[in-house]
């Protein structure tokens, strides 16, 4: 064989081989499971790895930050003044005028969740769970158990902050309700059911945000909740206070009601936005109370016949009263004003107005934009605080009532029918006032056998006796409320 032919075999051998090794390099691989263990084994990896998604991480980051709270606390309970063959509605309602119900104070046991928001030991859920306590325990999700104090609890808010006495606790990281956006994933975590489930860990349940800005009525109480995050993620009993998250693992929420029949989840939850709740957890630390905001701005809607005969528009809201010596009145907003916006939200109605206002804190900056007959106004002024008066103080601060003779503006403030008589304005945690079951807005009209029409005769009457019994209008219904001392 000749010399050229030789080297021709050669190379034709070498070119053979390099072409079936790309081939193999570039052909598409087959998975064999029962035979291929090292790429079973990546792939199972790359299972793993999808199933630790987005929600899985976010929930493993909150998780060891949401606790379960214990309270045994006192509850206003009625009783019926008629005995059993009248004891039902009918007499109840008919009667109820001349022969109000008894409410007396009972210990109970309730249950709900919070969230650590500091290594030092502040934790964060809502009024309702820790209301009237006697005490409160707080449970972690490794089981360790401490005594929780209360720091400020806020009732119109329905929110509390609590303290822990260790440190270097996780913590969860507070996110922004901003720019949250409809349809997004949500997931709620908390203890639904406290200890039924024999397990200190938080559970998890996920869904969507369903609406924003709700406003709710509590069917528990005359709470009424305004500027809410709707969610279908499931909210039971015993989540109550417990976070909403996000994705990215951050708090957008604090759960707080649900719409339910049967008392279960039916997939329409609320929570708090975190924005707000931000405000309440700055006032509660720097003053250990929400200190009440004074804007002295009061609206009404602009019907069709007003807009026609003041020559205005008719969206918006019109001014129709100013408090002396407010904010409003110093910054320069007059009667017959229009106002469109606020802080750059549209006002459209007097529900738009109070769902905004309803969480406004004192030092918050309100930009109005407003219309004084068809010249567009831009107007700035800080939210001042409402101040007690020092006689209030001084006279009945002790029991933790603070009271007001009714004027203008709380009748406005409180929607009361009284045009004289006693108010409520703020109730403490902790005392008389709050074990009674006073509430802000509540008309006290007769403690013992006194009739009650000043701050004086509420002073005298609360000196006079040890049991306390006292008649109060509450929203219109006719109420006694008793204690024992």
Known sequence: MRKRDILFIFFGVILTIFVVRLYNMLKPE??????????????????????????VLASQKISPSVVSITVIQTKIVSTSPFFSPFADEFFRDFFKDYAPEYYTRKKIKNLGSGVIISPDGYILTNEHVIANAIDINITLPDGRQFRGKIIASDQPHDLALLKIDVRDLPYAELGTSDDLMIGEWVIALGNPFGFLLEDTRPTVTVGVISALNRSIKSTRDSRIYKDMIQTDAAINPGNSGGPLVNILGQVIGINTAIFSSGGGSEGIGFAQSIDNVKKFIKEAKEFGEVRTPWI???????????????????????????????????????????IVSVNNRAINSVSDWDRFVSNVFVDDILNITLFRKKKSIEISFIVKEFKQSTGTEKSIGIYGIYVENIDSRLKKQYNLRYNEGVVVIKVEPNKIGRKLGLKPGDVVLQIGNMCIRTKNDFQRAFKASKNINVIIDRNGMIVQLYLGL
């Open 30 to 55: 087959s998975v064999h499971y029962y035979s291929d263990n090292i790429r079973l084994v990546d792939l199972n990896d790359e299972i793993l790895k999808q199933r630790a998604n987005a929600i």
């Open 296 to 338: 002295g701005l009061w609206v009404q809607d602009i019907t069709q016949e007003i807009a026609e005969s003041m020559g205005i528009g008719i969206s918006g809201v019109l001014v129709n009263n100013i408090d002396i010596g407010s904010s409003t009145q110093g910054a320069g907003i007059k009667e017959g004003d229009r």
